[in-house]
């Protein structure tokens, strides 16, 4: 009771909303330890799950560490919370975890080279510094750590390529705090467009957590040829939207036409039909070939029948057709009218699965986003040769 009440004093002399009657929730610390009340002077691994509410004279959970340790040393860097080594168990241990009291969110960090427990730990101009301790002896080890920051800068690499249609291109996101210091285990979301024209790109976004070195990296291809505007940042909070102070970067991808592939000949006779995506029938024919000398020769005409979307494709220029080496599959792209105006880029994918063409497939994609879906003819023939 004497040592219960001198505490209430002390505690009660702090200008912080505390009263003589507050206590820890834990019988010995709030951050490190508990005394066992039936084990003497034991004590056993607690986690700093409480926090006092300044003039509030109340404790409200926090977020558990994820290790749980006693005779841990703990400081603030850059208002971050750093809990360094400890012991739990028989085991002495080097673990660093870090705590943002804004996102009531734990971090593994780079681990002391000296493990130890019972250690001196303070913050200096934003530099952590753990001093002595105990490993089955006294220790003299000082280290110092450097936190590192928020994400503040994130460059893409590289920032233009030209690729042709079919290949696949990959861009890296470097993401390093404000002292260039790379930041890893940092979520970068990725985002390709707009495009000019649209490039129906595949997959049109995605994400990675970034490495020991900072970086992660997002890999996608392009059916159709034009330019993409690659855009990334870095998700700091986890939230999955971009928001003000995240870091961000762009990119710019070009993708050509592919290479002809010489001699290859493409017929679609007897009048070839599907039902598009968009539930409308459509009707196609047309062929193209490619001359030894890679000159490309041909037409191709596409009619949406509606309701949904009726439209008439007619081609004004093949500008390249390619072949599998067994000639099943073969596609090709040109520019065409749309119901007799503009001039748009298109591209039909055939397959040729035997005669009689009951296992064929078409399908065609156009500048403006129409899709049709690669899908088997109702009637027609594809022939690859």
Known sequence: ??????????????????????????????????????????????????????GSGSWTTKAPMPTARYGLGVAAVNGILYAVGGVSGS????????????????????????????????????????????NRGPSAANEAFTPLGPPATLTLTPLTA?????????????????????????????????????????????SGTTDANGQATFCYTASLPGTDVIHAFADANGDGTE?????????????????????????????????????????????????????????????????????????????????TQDRTTASIFGKATIDGAGSYVFRIDVTDGGAGGSNDTYGIMLETGYMSGQHQLGGGNVTIH
């Open 162 to 206: 030209l690729n042709p249609v079919g290949t696949q291109h990959c861009v890296t996101a470097t993401v390093q705090d404000a002292s260039s210091n790379p930041v890893p285990a940092v979520t970068v979301r990725f985002s390709v467009g707009p495009s000019v024209p649209t490039t129906f790109p595949t997959p049109p976004h995605g």
């Open 243 to 323: 928001e003000t102070g995240e870091p961000s970067g762009d990119a710019e991808k070009t993708w050509t036409l592919p290479a002809s592939t010489p001699l290859c000949a493409v017929t679609i006779t007897d009048g070839g039909w599907i039902i598009a995506n968009n539930t409308d029938r459509a009707n196609f024919g047309g062929n193209a070939k490619v001359l030894a000398d890679l000159t490309v020769q041909g037409q191709q005409n596409y009619q949406d029948q509606g309701p949904v979307q009726a439209m008439t494709v007619h081609s004004t220029a093949i500008t390249a057709t390619t072949c």
């Open 1 to 54: 009771m004497k040592q219960r009440a001198a505490l209430s004093r002390r505690v009660g002399a702090i200008p912080l909303g505390w009263r003589a009657t507050l206590f820890l929730p834990v019988t010995l610390c709030a951050i490190s330890c508990e005394r066992l009340p039936t084990s003497g002077n034991k004590v056993a691994p607690s986690r700093p799950d409480f926090a006092v509410v300044p």
């Open 91 to 134: 085991a002495i241990l080097a673990t660093v975890e870090a705590y943002d009291p804004v996102t009531n969110t734990w971090t593994p960090q780079a681990p002391m080279p000296t493990a130890r427990g019972y250690l001196g730990v303070d913050g200096i101009i934003g530099t952590l510094y753990a001093v002595g301790g105990f």
